[in-house]
């Protein structure tokens, strides 16, 4: 055994001798093997509701208008209070309006104050 052939049998080896590793499960992510003092900590997270498609011109309109706002945890707020979500992507229409209308006018009242 020389040279590469050295290699070559030292990865045979290694590869008997390392432990197996499988992915499992949905999105599952394995890495590594861990000895020591170290804690393992395994977070599953499992994504529950409606499967969304790609957003409408609507709500990127929305989403547009949020970035603009310094306030736009309190819009935030104003949609999980109403609507249930903080997401803009699971309104109804007549809710994304009612969004859109509430920030149109948090922009209107900070131009009359300036």
Known sequence: ???SGVWAWLRQVLERLAPGQGLRGDAGVQIGKVDGNVRV???THHHHGRAR???STEQREVLALLRTLPERGLVLEFMHREFGT???IELAPAQLYR???YVE???ESRREQA
């Open 1 to 3: 055994m020389q040279g």
């Open 105 to 107: 006018k948090i922009n």
């Open 86 to 88: 903080r997401m803009v």
């Open 41 to 43: 900590v395994h977070v």
């Open 99 to 101: 969004v859109r209308r």
């Open 53 to 55: 498609g790609p957003a």
